[in-house]
Every structure is written in C-alpha cells, then in structure tokens.
C-alpha cells in the first residue's frame, strides 16, 4: 500500500473505533440511575465458574453463600443460578470472549459470583480474543471496581477504586497495525466515566469517615487522558468539603505503597483502569498475594465479585485445583453481600475470614497436598461463622 491508502485504512478504522466511543458516551450519560435492590421482590444471584481454578473456588463461594443466605433462599428473597459455559474451550471454540447464551443468562441475573478465566494472549495455544473479564465489565457496564487491601498490623487499610471501563482496556483488543512496522493502541477516558469513578470515590470516603482520596495517575506525560481523569477529581472534590484531594503518580506510589512511613497515610486511591490492575496487585501482595483479595465490580444495574487473581491453568494441569486457595472468592463474597445489603452476614464471614486466615489458622493452604483442600478450608469457615 501506498502511504494515500495507509491514510486512508488508517482513518477508516480510527473512525469507526471513534463512533463506538461516541456512542458510549451517549449510553453511559443515560443511565442515570442505581438499581435500588430493597424493591426487588427476590434478588437473583448467578454463580459463573470461569476456568482453570475458577470452578473449583467459586463452588465454595457457592455452598458459603448458600449457608449465610439460606433463610432468604427458603422465604423466596434470594435464588441461586449456576451458569455453565464461560470456559476457555467454548470462548475459543466461538471466538467469543463471552458466548450469547452465557451473557443472556448472566444478564438476568442481578449479582454475580465469578472464578477466574483464562486470559489469551498472542503466542499461547488460545486464539487471541478479548478477555472475558474485560468484556463482561464492558457488557454489564461494571464501572468500579473496588478493591480493599488490609493489614491492621502494619496499619494498612487501603480501598481502591480502579476505573473498569475505560482507560487503556477501552479499546485493548482493538488496536490497530497501521502497518506491519506502526502499531497503535488507544487509551479513552470520557467526563461522565471519570466523574462516576471519582463520585464513588469520594462518597465511599463520606460514607466510611476517611478524610482523603488519593488520585493516580501520569498526567504529566499522559496529559490528555489521565489529565481529565485528575481534572475531574480535583473538581469533584470540591463537593466534598471534609476530604481532602492527594495527586500521585503512578510511578512513584508504586514506591511509596513499599515506603513504611508514608503508606499508612493512603486511605482511598482512585486510579484510571489499567494504572489500577496494576497497583492492586503490589497492594495484595502485602496481605499475603492475589489469593487472599476479592473485588468488587459494580455497575448501576449490575454487580459482579470475583478474586483479583487468574486462572492458574497450571495448578489444574497438576492436579493441585483441589488445593486451591478460595480466600479470595470468600473475600469477594463479603463484598457481594454488603452489597445486597446483608451486613450482619457480610461481617460474620468477614470475621470468620480472619480468624481462619491470620488468627486461629487450624488449617492452612499451601497450594498443594502438603495443606488443606478449598472444600476443607471453606468448611472450617462455616464451622467458624457458626460459633460466631
Ligand atoms: C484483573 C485481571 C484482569 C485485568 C485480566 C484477567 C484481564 O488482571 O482483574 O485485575 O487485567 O483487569
Ligand atoms: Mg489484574
């Protein structure tokens, strides 16, 4: 191709990857309202395996959520469905990132419990299709998600609040080779999708007494983008007075979540998508790894929890599934239910949680036959809830 026709493709492409956005735009700014979940006559909860380890944790998530809510089962408040079908070999098979029927039934349902799935990427045995993760945040309209990081020993007490709709994962999977030397990806942040992670920032903080939200991002470099992402918080923060507005690159907080003195200063961080994914993941890894944090992904419809960590194909492919750890699908269930507006419930598994996990730890999880299977483990935190 000649650089007229190089220009040309190029545009085309750019365009229709531009009215996509517009498009969203318009839909986001629509919908204005929350899912009020004391109207609803029964709130249905869909139980979404993944793979790899993911049905294999997600199975305990299941059997404890039906042991704290079984009452509500019985009086017809809460009903459970199991949703087959999101696994690698059907993605792939379809060329999918989430199969028609699985997200047709994952849509009529209010709340979702979900194990890990596969990501693919180039290079790997998979075709190279959009995360599942990413596509079912993008089709439920799961704008925030929320991961909380603590270590009351070391006075960390940490809520992130990672944009999930934007950012550079907007368009992650449609990128574009202007030719076989230029590659481009994209990054979009939009008013609305920035204000609706700020506003849940700052009204998390309100609700829960803390004085400060810290923003990060680069704006310096990445001016226009993360710029508005910052501009936003800072004019948000001006609605709410008692708390104080931090603004960190995300660099140097990547620094300074390891400087002992100057972390237990953060309380609520507010980040751009993919700045999000990845400090999430330094910040778990202080309370012990990936495996002991669960995440919230809320939407004004819909909600959706599931473990910050990945499918670990490896552990099945050893056989280990069995020995995986579920503390991060329990973690993510305590969330689901204070989001259903079960506190009492939540704050029981959540003190059962720790109990297990830091105190008591009668049984331990290695990973391996060495520890406690997930099935054992999840048991023992129904013993422990039970004497609670
Ligand atoms: C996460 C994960 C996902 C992400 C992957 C699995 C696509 O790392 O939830 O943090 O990048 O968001
Ligand atoms: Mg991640």
Not at 179 to 195: H, L, R, Y
Request: aromatic share 8%; charged share 30%; with cysteine.
């Amino acid at each position: 191709m000649n650089r007229e026709e190089i220009l040309k493709q190029a545009k085309e492409q750019f365009g229709k990857l531009v009215e996509k956005q517009l498009d969203r735009n318009e839909k986001i700014k629509a919908d204005k309202d929350f899912l009020d979940y004391d109207k609803l006559d029964k709130i249905i909860i869909g139980i979404v395996g993944g793979d790899g380890i993911g049905p294999a944790i997600t199975a305990e998530g299941h059997r404890v959520l039906e042991f704290l809510l079984q009452d509500k089962v019985e009086s017809g408040k809460v009903e459970f469905r199991v949703i087959e079908g999101l696994t690698i070999e059907r993605r792939a098979a379809e060329m999918k990132a989430i199969p028609d029927d699985v997200l047709a039934e994952i849509k009529q349902c209010h709340v979702i419990l979900k194990g890990p799935t596969t990501t693919p990427r180039s290079g790997d045995k998979w075709p190279n299709i959009e995360s599942a993760n990413v596509a079912m945040r993008k089709e439920l309209d799961l704008f925030a998600n929320i991961r909380p990081v603590k270590v009351p020993e070391k006075g960390i007490d940490w809520t992130f609040f990672r944009e999930n709709s934007e950012g550079s994962y907007a368009l992650g999977s449609d990128g574009i080779n202007i030719t076989d030397e230029v590659a481009f990806d994209f990054c979009v942040a939009t008013t609305e999708g920035s204000e609706r992670i700020a506003r849940a920032a700052f009204d998390y903080a309100k609700k829960t007494g803390k004085t400060k939200v810290t923003a990060v991002t680069k704006a310096n470099v990445v001016k226009t983008t993360d710029g508005k992402f910052l501009n936003t918080c800072q004019q948000m923060q001006k609605e709410y007075p008692g708390i104080e507005l931090d603004d960190w690159y995300i660099d140097i907080m990547t620094a300074k979540l390891i400087d002992e003195k100057r972390r237990t200063g953060f309380q609520v961080l507010v980040l751009p998508n993919l700045y999000g994914d990845i400090l999430t993941d330094e910040a778990a890894e202080f309370q012990g790894g990936v495996g002991t944090a669960g995440s919230a992904n809320l939407g004004k419809r819909y909600a959706m929890f599931e473990a910050i960590h990945g499918s670990a194909p490896r552990m099945v492919e050893e056989g280990r599934d069995k020995y995986a750890d579920p503390c991060s699908v329990l973690r993510a269930c305590v969330m689901l239910l204070e989001h259903i507006g079960e506190v009492e419930k939540a704050a029981k598994l959540e003190k059962a949680l720790d109990t297990c996990m830091y105190t008591e730890k009668k049984l331990v999880i290695t990973g391996r036959d060495t520890g406690a299977t997930c099935s054992e483990f999840a048991d023992y935190v129904m013993e422990t809830v039970k004497k609670l």
